[in-house]
T-cell receptor, first 108, second 113 residues
């Protein structure tokens, strides 16, 4: 079965430190992976998708098919990065399978 | 461009009742997906509609149903409510049938007493 695992429910780092949010997936086909973010009192929104290979707000994520991972990274954390982050796998058109989410807190 | 809107934002029902939630997608978007979010299960896919047809369905009982109208607005209905149906129900819209970005609404908070 298709599954997305985010092993850390909570992650706390200091401002300026590197951030890595882990995401592992299980999928038999060619995966389409996304990171969604939810800032406090805001809607869930797309942060980035692996297919576009872009950097958004300093975040990048590389798909590693060998390790079935799609970790989200940022070299220098900022306080405004504090949010809930969800890794998601597209299973069929428009059906997203979400991980449980990681709450990231950036300490000043 | 107006975002995805969901009504009502909050709802309190009792066990056994039924409820209808509404979602208006972004103008021009033809795909609407519904998700249930709970602390225990996280975000789970309910179903997706595209041009008034259900294309995808998650693993939820038949008490959960939906439909989409010709203007792309969508409704989901839950019959015979159970306590476990208490959740935040999110609606998301996207442009068409590919892996386009999904734009989420604010959600409807359903409480079943």
């Amino acid at each position: 079965a298709q599954r997305v695992t985010q092993p850390e429910k909570l992650l706390s780092v200091f401002k300026g430190a590197p951030v890595e949010l882990k995401c592992n997936y299980s999928y038999s086909g060619s995966p389409e992976l996304f990171w969604y973010v939810q800032y406090s009192r805001q809607r869930l929104q797309l942060l980035l998708r692996h297919i576009s290979r872009e950097s958004i707000k300093g975040f990048t994520a590389d798909l590693n098919k060998g390790e079935t991972s799609f970790h989200l990274k940022k070299p220098f954390a900022q306080e405004e990065d504090s949010a809930m982050y969800y890794c998601a796998l597209a299973q069929g058109a428009q059906k997203l399978v979400f991980g449980q989410g990681t709450r990231l807190t950036i300490n000043p | 461009k107006a975002g995805v809107t969901q009504t009502p934002r909050y709802l309190i029902k009792t066990r056994g009742q039924q409820v209808t939630l509404s979602c208006s997608p972004i103008s021009g978007h033809r795909s609407v997906s519904w998700y249930q979010q709970t602390p225990g299960q996280g975000l789970q896919f309910l179903f997706e509609y595209f041009s008034e047809t259900q294309r995808n369905k998650g693993n939820f009982p038949g008490r959960f149903s939906g439909r989409q109208f010709s203007n792309s607005r969508s409704e989901m209905n839950v019959s015979t409510l159970e306590l476990g149906d208490s959740a935040l129900y999110l609606c998301a819209s996207s442009l068409d049938g590919t892996y386009n970005e999904q734009f989420f609404g604010p959600g409807t908070r359903l409480t079943v007493l």
